[in-house]
């Protein structure tokens, strides 16, 4: 039940905004709690940003952890940040899918999809690719395995571009 609930809100939301982010523009702010204080985006400017909405119920969102894992380990040196931003609306989901969960990113709180609604988020997973200047440079739903491989030349691409 609390998952259609989310579901029903976060289609509200969604239908109430009617820009979608596209390539080239500039990446909206996003200024959230998160596990070890506040996060601003404009704050990672400098830095190629992948940034994923997600929740607890999502299973390819489970799915897609491991491979962020391995992009920031691998690129994170290089200027990579993954951000990924959690839209459970109780918290506690959040947390006990993380126990379960590895993340060695930076994850951001957003019960109330504010984020979800400036970026037009239309499922889950859904990720964006910003720049080093702070425009976006690819926007991708969902995730999978055939999709790794795009994803990773696209974050290279990103990293190679800003330097």
Same mark, same amino acid.
């Given at each position: 039940?609390?998952?259609?609930?989310?579901?029903?809100?976060?289609?509200?939301?969604?239908?109430?905004? %009617?820009?979608?982010?596209?390539?080239?523009?500039?990446?909206?702010?996003?200024?959230?709690?998160? +596990? @070890?204080?506040?996060?601003?985006? %404009?704050?990672?400017?400098?830095?190629?940003?992948?940034?994923?909405?997600?929740?607890?119920?999502?299973?390819?969102?489970?799915?897609?952890?491991?491979?962020?894992?391995?992009?920031?380990?691998?690129?994170?040196?290089?200027?990579?940040?993954?951000?990924?931003?959690?839209?459970?609306?109780?918290?506690?989901?959040?947390?006990?899918?993380?126990?379960? @969960?590895?993340?060695?990113?930076?994850?951001?709180?957003?019960? @109330?999809?504010? %984020?979800?609604?400036?970026?037009?988020?239309?499922?889950?997973? %859904?990720?964006?690719?910003?720049? +080093?200047?702070?425009?976006?440079?690819?926007?991708?739903?969902?995730?999978?395995?055939?999709?790794? @491989?795009?994803?990773? +030349?696209?974050?290279?691409?990103?990293?190679?571009?800003?330097?």
């Amino acid at each position: 039940m609390r998952h259609s609930v989310f579901t029903l809100a976060l289609a509200s939301v969604i239908c109430a905004s %009617s820009l979608a982010i596209e390539v080239g523009q500039s990446a909206p702010e996003i200024q959230l709690p998160g +596990r @070890t204080g506040a996060i601003k985006l %404009s704050e990672l400017k400098g830095k190629a940003v992948y940034l994923d909405f997600w929740a607890s119920w999502c299973g390819p969102c489970k799915q897609s952890f491991p491979w962020m894992n391995e992009m920031q380990a691998k690129y994170g040196a290089k200027g990579l940040q993954v951000l990924a931003v959690n839209l459970d609306q109780k918290p506690e989901d959040a947390a006990n899918f993380l126990q379960q @969960t590895k993340a060695d990113f930076l994850i951001a709180l957003d019960p @109330t999809g504010q %984020s979800a609604q400036k970026y037009n988020v239309k499922g889950m997973p %859904s990720s964006l690719l910003i720049g +080093r200047d702070g425009k976006v440079t690819m926007v991708h739903a969902g995730f999978h395995a055939a999709s790794k @491989t795009e994803l990773e +030349r696209a974050i290279v691409a990103a990293l190679e571009a800003g330097k």
